[in-house]
């Protein structure tokens, strides 16, 4: 029985110094960014390989929850004789809630994948260790402009995923269900205001792209040296950036609706 207070201590000593040194990486990452932002085409060739690469997966899902949302609004407002708002309907769900939630939550999956295992990879390779030796910092050429790269194209891929969506619902509700185009676009026009709800969303994508690019280049950089090392830490990235994004979601939506 003495044991397991033991173990309790022990497991959540563990957890904190992960913790303390997360953080202290993070600072490093904020420390390191303006001389990783001078030399601006490293981070110009993240932004592609982790935003144009994940443009195709951002749209198509886009276009198909626009599809959804049309449909489901349409049959859920027209039992109001409000079917003409279902504008307003997809475009405030898309840009309050998921564009930035889904897009990254596919950022995670698509990119933030990508990004763990290339570092894992590299730290197996013992290319970081061979860096240190040469005195250039793995922190500066590396994890900051992958950093800044998944930060600066987070919110872009968000706001194509929530423009294609809008052209989904226009093509169901206006070419296939036959609502009137002019109130499907005035009725988005009236009711969607430019800083509280496309702001909001703007600010919800840059936290998200903050927290899933830094959750995917901390498991790559902490995880182990071996391919089932870098196996695992892949799979924790999805898992826990996923996690993070539903977290702060709340937790933003509930500071944002409260000032």
Not at 87 to 114: C, D, I, Y
Not at 194 to 208: E, H, Q, T, Y
Not at 212 to 233: D, I, N, R, S
Request: net charge positive; aromatic share 8%.
């Amino acid at each position: 029985m003495k044991l397991i207070p033991a173990r309790i201590g022990r497991g959540l000593r563990m957890r904190l110094a992960d913790i303390g040194w997360a953080a202290r990486l993070f600072l490093q990452l904020l420390k390191r960014s303006p001389q990783a932002l001078m030399r601006f085409g490293l981070v110009r060739e993240q932004i592609f390989f982790l935003g144009n690469h994940s443009l195709s997966i951002i749209s198509v899902s886009g276009l198909f929850v626009g599809f959804v949302l049309a449909l489901q609004g349409y049959y859920t407002l027209q039992r109001y004789g409000s079917s003409e708002a279902v504008g307003l309907l997809v475009a405030l769900s898309l840009v309050r809630e998921l564009g930035p939630v889904v897009a990254a939550l596919l950022f995670a999956g698509r990119a933030g994948t990508s990004l763990t295992a290339e570092i894992g990879l590299m730290k197996a390779g013992e290319q970081l260790t061979a860096m240190e030796m040469m005195a250039v910092d793995p922190v500066t050429r590396v994890l900051a402009p992958r950093f800044w790269g998944g930060v600066i194209a987070m919110p872009l891929l968000a706001a194509v995923f929530s423009a294609v969506g809008v052209i989904g619902g226009w093509l169901v509700a206006v070419q296939l269900i036959g609502i009137d185009e002019g109130a499907f676009w005035s009725q988005m026009q009236g009711g969607v205001d430019v800083f509280a709800d496309v702001g909001n969303g703007v600010i919800k994508s840059v936290v998200f792209g903050v927290t899933v690019t830094f959750v995917a280049l901390l498991q790559g950089y902490a995880c182990k040296p071996t391919p089932e090392g870098v196996a695992q830490a892949t799979t924790r990235t999805v898992v826990v950036a996923s996690l993070a994004v539903l977290a702060l979601d709340f937790l933003l939506t509930a500071m944002m609706f409260s000032i």
